[in-house]
């Protein structure tokens, strides 16, 4: 079981770029966005083979189609293209296409090897939208998530049920991963770190730990942004966590920003993000899917439909964060903008007191 550490909150003063510093004050004044879903409007251009490859990787002996990380080297024009549509609808945040870059994800086309290219490459492309977009929209603050998925692996299940004890793959190989993405990430000009999509507590805590170790290292470290998944209506993770078991787990590190994203549509995640605002002491964001997938595996939420729910969150004093992931587009997050323009966000609560420490279910000692 962990405990929270509670004597650290509020999160204690890091240095802050003077960037991340003036987009802090504002999410002390205003809600701010997210960018929206990649892959969706990836598969908007419904690329061949050949996109995939490129010139460079012709030759390639695995299929590279569906390896959407793999555009920022192949396609960085419609990478490119892709953030700056979100800055023109109103994100003050865009997420580097890095959510597969780590060995584990990329072993898959073998092109382990390319993690760092990748990490950084991608990094360098958000920046420079970003930094295109300032310039077209002086007094404008927009800032690069360096984006950490969860890996394709689970520390905490065994994928073989005749092998309960099995496990894919260890604790200090996925903090390895995490690691090695993260210095890629940030020599690309990442911002902040985003643990994303987070369905394994014990993937989370890897990279939480990769991340804290390689702060102590920087004198400038860059802050962590934490978004768990909750997978279905059980309101748990899919390693077995209640949203409150996970916050006492990974509170120690101290984020930026906690939030829930995938898997569930605004309404599905209500209740999940009222507890979280309840918990945590730092910023709550969120980026639902437009709605739960149809029979074809779309998404069919539309924008202003998916607004008025987020909208509805803002208005209940539950949000400092909004936006989208899967089947969200630019059009999503233009709507959003319009619906939260003016909405206060979410005050910070004190920290809990007592001991708090977690399972699968949470366990307060008070």
């Known amino acids: 079981m962990t405990a929270t550490k509670q004597a650290n909150f509020p999160p204690p003063e890091v240095p802050l770029s003077p960037a991340v510093a003036a987009w802090v004050a504002r999410l002390k004044e205003e809600i701010l966005l997210l960018d929206g879903a990649m892959g969706t409007m990836i598969q908007r251009h419904e690329l061949a083979e050949a996109d995939f490859r490129g010139d460079r990787f012709q030759d390639h002996p695995r299929d590279l189609r569906g390896n959407n990380d793999l555009l920022s080297l192949t396609r960085p024009d419609l990478i490119r293209d892709i953030h700056l549509a979100y800055l023109e609808a109103g994100s003050t945040v865009i997420e580097t296409n890095t959510f597969n870059s780590t060995r584990t994800a990329q072993a898959d086309y073998g092109l382990e090897n390319l993690v760092p290219e990748l990490n950084r490459e991608s990094a360098r492309l958000a920046a420079g939208a970003r930094d295109r977009h300032l310039a077209e ?4 603050n927009a800032l690069v998530a360096g984006v950490l998925g969860p890996t394709n692996r689970t520390a905490s299940l065994s994928p073989d049920v005749n092998r309960p004890g099995y496990r894919a793959i260890s604790f200090d190989d996925l903090v390895a991963v995490y690691r090695e993405a993260a210095e890629a990430l940030a020599e690309g000009g990442a911002d902040f770190l985003m643990v994303e999509t987070i369905f394994d507590t014990l993937n989370a805590k890897a990279a939480l730990f ?8 920087r004198d400038d470290p860059l802050p962590v942004w934490i978004s768990v998944t909750v997978t279905d209506a059980s ?3 899919l390693s077995g966590q209640t949203v409150e078991a996970f916050w006492n787990s990974v509170a120690h590190a101290d984020p930026l920003v906690v939030g829930l994203n995938c898997a569930l549509g605004p309404a599905q995640m209500r209740a999940y993000l009222e507890e979280l605002s309840r918990l945590a002491p730092c910023f709550v964001s969120c980026h639902p899917n437009a709605g739960l997938p149809n029979a074809f595996g779309g998404y069919d939420l539309g924008a202003e439909e998916m ?10 004093g539950w949000l400092n964060i909004a936006g989208g992931c899967c089947g969200t587009t630019p059009e999503h997050i233009r709507a959003m903008a319009r619906e939260l323009r003016g909405l206060p966000p979410r005050a910070l609560p004190p920290p809990r007191q007592g001991m708090h420490l977690s399972g699968l279910e949470p366990l307060a000692i008070g």
């Open 307 to 316: 607004a008025a729910e987020v909208g509805d969150f803002a208005r209940e």
């Open 210 to 217: 990769a991340l804290s170790d390689f702060n102590d290292c």
């Open 235 to 237: 309101g748990r993770t």
């Open 137 to 140: 929209h002086p007094g404008a």
